[in-house]
């Protein structure tokens, strides 16, 4: 199975088991391919309550961005001119009065103006909703060359400490110890044995993680020298402050929040006439022109094999509504919806 199903059946079992390792009365926000402009998750877990998705509802269904967050989480509780209620942004203020306006579109600020100032207000308090994020990278075959590679990108999550714990999901193995954890990979990432992709998905951890330090300093590692006798050069990085972090925690599970696993549909064609969504524990997209499962790379305007929908499926309701395409959408974003 190529990596893409393999990504939506682990979100799929990750939504209804997450954690793994304990029993918790928690929930489970399940996104794909989030992180940050330098590095990418696979697959991202935001451990919550349903106290705190309650509290979080009154902001709308979309994300909050960097400059709505600023606004939320610092708008008074009483009338008060915007500059003298928000802290100093780092960024001019004219993106911060953009952004105020949009808050109030959006229902979760009162604007007023007196004089030539704009006063703020919130109608609802931020809430401290997300405990924890979790990032899993999915390597369904792990050879030793994507092994080297793998373990890389892995030790820069761990020093920079941005998720609370960092997993490696790979296929599960006949062999009396799984080859993952024969690799280097670093001792601190756990490792998920994935088996019966094809009945739902079977997920066995096999190695523990640890829990990084989120709230300290983390470390950017921009260069590192490649090793050798004749290797001098020097390693380059960077601190991360635990105000950055803090900051750009919020902005991963805000969309997380938004998108969830089954976003795929969004950049898929499901206006062609092959595309369906099967298996129920999902679903899943399934292509019937060629008989298989496509990838969200494959199903896209470069298809030779796209075929748009008759028009008579799409004309049955004003607006258009009744295509197979828009009905796949609409079941996903119901999923979407329900869990959110």
């Given amino acids: 199975m190529k990596e893409f199903g393999f990504e939506l059946r682990l979100c799929a079992w990750a939504e209804r088991n997450w954690p793994p390792l304990d029993e918790s009365d928690g929930v489970s926000l399940v996104a794909r391919q989030l992180g940050t402009k330098h590095r990418r998750w696979d697959t991202v877990v935001i451990e919550t309550t349903d106290t705190g998705l309650t509290d979080r509802a009154p902001f709308d269904t979309e994300r909050l961005d960097s400059d709505l967050l600023h606004v939320a989480r610092n708008a008074p509780s009483s009338w008060t001119y915007y500059r003298d209620a928000l802290p100093d942004p780092g960024y001019p203020w004219r993106y911060v009065r953009e952004a105020v306006h949009r808050a109030s579109d959006r229902g979760f600020l009162d604007t007023r103006r007196v004089g030539n100032r704009i006063e703020i207000r919130r109608r609802y308090r931020y809430p401290d909703w997300v405990d924890r994020i979790i990032a899993i990278e999915n390597k369904p075959d792990l050879d030793a060359a994507a092994a080297r590679v793998l373990a890389e990108q892995l ?100 969309r997380a929040y938004e998108r969830g696993w089954r976003s795929y549909a969004e950049t898929m064609r499901t206006d062609c006439r092959g595309f369906e969504l099967r298996d129920p524990t999902g679903p899943f997209p399934w292509c019937a022109l060629k008989s298989r499962e496509q990838t969200a790379a494959e199903c896209s305007a470069r298809c030779r094999e796209f075929e748009p929908e008759p028009p008579g499926w799409r004309a049955r309701e004003w607006p258009i509504e009744g295509g197979p395409g828009k009905a796949a959408k609409r079941l996903l974003e119901r999923k979407r919806a329900r869990r959110r």
């Fill in 155 to 254: 030790e820069h999550d761990i020093a920079l400490g941005l998720a609370d714990e960092v997993w490696l999901a790979t296929s599960a193995t006949d062999a009396g110890i799984e080859p993952a954890l024969l690799e280097a990979m670093p001792v601190e990432v756990g490792v998920l044995a994935v088996s019966d992709l094809h009945r739902g998905a079977t997920v066995e951890p096999i190695w523990n993680p640890r829990t990084l330090g989120v709230t300290d300093p983390g470390t950017r590692i921009l260069d590192r020298p490649t090793g050798g006798s004749t290797d001098r050069s020097a390693a380059r990085f960077e601190y991360a402050d635990p105000d950055w972090k803090r900051r750009k925690r919020l902005e991963i599970a805000e």
